[in-house]
């Protein structure tokens, strides 16, 4: 079928052989994005499709991370609740898991069970 034209192959493969299956899709946007996109993509001498994929990719890599202001939010709560945790030596707190859990085996705290 493709003899004396190996050339098409090649060509289609070398295309088609960037290791990104392309889909079209259709998105509504406004005038104001779409002036954006174009600028974008003029300026960096790019495909506006290249520049919605960067764009994407850089916007998906941010999910799932905190923005500065819940970062900050964050820090701020863990600075007030800090200072209210009780200071007690090591050897308190081991000595009061030790009696727990010395209880538990003895099947509870002192009460009896009906």
Known sequence: MWRGRPWVLTQ??????NDMALQKVTFSLDTETVARL???????GLPQS???R?????????????SE????????????????I???PAAAVDAELSALR????RGG??????
């Open 109 to 114: 705290r002192g009460w009896s069970r009906p």
């Open 38 to 44: 174009r600028r974008a993509a003029e300026r960096l």
């Open 50 to 52: 290249q520049v919605v």
């Open 69 to 84: 202001a819940e970062r900050t939010n964050l820090l701020r709560t863990f600075d007030r609740l800090v200072p209210g």
């Open 54 to 66: 960067e764009a994407v990719a850089e916007f998906a890599a941010g999910v799932g991370r905190l």
């Open 86 to 88: 009780p200071e007690r």
């Open 102 to 105: 010395a209880a538990r085996r």
């Open 12 to 17: 289609v493969v070398w295309y088609y052989g």
